[in-house]
């Protein structure tokens, strides 16, 4: 079994440091993936409704065996959801599909007009009130976002979801959210769909040869050594298991400053402010 980290969160809460992503992953796939993360040591998943993955993760962590107190588990409001009737039976809906009577976190998937987003964190304070979600948060917020959110918030948002990585490494965002008590959660943390880009770049390749892991293992380290969760997709078991296989490996300042480097604002999803759904 791979030893495991946690963030405690501001509300007590702990969450599993580094969890699986399920973006992309669909029907059979999400679930084997989901199953073999749980059977290796994995104790988070993140999924979505707009995933359409939720009644196979669901499956896989019934199937697993592991106790449901054990696993945090992650969902999202979709943006067609948002409001504040419209948030609780969307949430409502993803706990059937997933067939769990709570959420470890649920997030506004994005940021859509301010009211919205206020309409639905009413909405998810409520809930969380009532004991239907552990902990509360955002993604794919900016500054602003925040800054709207906080005006009628009652309880501070625990995490924000955003695309992070090597080539966007946040440190602005990461300080504004750090002061309010919002912990970064890094989504994307291998750059995605873009991966080979990661993949191909020879410093990468020079450090990784150098100590004798993967790129992929020195992309997720990073993010987690700067006190990041980080919820990285692969439906590949041997990759699943390497994702999780990083708490060893140790950078010498030379070496966070090398990878600080390359930090270039590349991003490959969209911006929060221009998004066409
Ligand atoms: N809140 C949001 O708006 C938002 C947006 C995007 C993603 N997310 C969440 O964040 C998670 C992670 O982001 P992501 O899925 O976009 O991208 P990612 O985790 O950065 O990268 C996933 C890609 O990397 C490959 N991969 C994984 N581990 C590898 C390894 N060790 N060696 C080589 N290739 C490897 C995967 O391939 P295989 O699967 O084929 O192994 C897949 O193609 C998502 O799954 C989702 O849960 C949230």
Excluded at 47 to 59: C, D, M, S
Aim: charged letters at 25%; aromatic letters at 10%; hydrophobic letters at 40%.
């Amino acid at each position: 079994m791979i030893h495991l980290t946690h963030i405690t969160l501001h509300n007590g809460v702990k969450i599993p440091a580094i969890g699986l992503g399920t973006f992309r992953a669909k029907d059979n796939e999400a679930y084997q993936a989901t199953l073999h993360a749980l059977k290796v040591g994995y104790r988070h998943i993140d999924t979505a409704a707009i995933y359409r993955n939720e009644e196979e993760v669901g499956r896989a962590i019934k199937d697993s065996k592991v106790p449901r107190n054990d696993i945090f588990v992650t969902s999202k409001l979709w943006n067609t959801d948002q409001g504040y009737e419209s948030a609780k039976a969307a949430l409502q809906a993803t706990l059937d599909r997933l067939a769990l009577d709570y959420l470890d976190l649920y997030l506004i998937h994005w940021p859509k007009t301010y009211e919205k987003a206020a309409d639905s964190w009413r909405a998810m304070e409520e809930m969380y009130q009532a004991g239907l979600l552990k902990s509360i948060g955002v993604s794919n917020f900016l500054f602003h976002h925040i800054e709207h959110l906080l005006e009628t918030a009652n309880i501070t948002p625990m995490v924000n979801q955003v695309e992070t990585h090597l080539f966007v490494q946040n440190q602005k965002l990461y300080d504004f959210c750090m002061a309010q008590g919002i912990y970064l959660e890094a989504y994307a943390p291998l750059a995605s769909h873009e991966i080979e880009k990661l993949l191909a770049d020879e410093t990468l390749q020079a450090m990784a040869k150098a100590k004798g892991c993967t790129i992929p293992q020195i992309a997720l380290k990073y993010q987690l050594d700067r006190n990041i969760i980080i919820i990285p997709k692969s439906a590949t078991p041997s990759r699943i298991e390497e994702n999780l296989n990083i708490l060893d490996i140790t950078f010498t300042d030379e070496e966070r400053e090398i990878l600080k480097g390359l930090n270039n604002g590349r991003k490959f999803f969209p911006d929060p402010d221009n998004i066409a759904f």
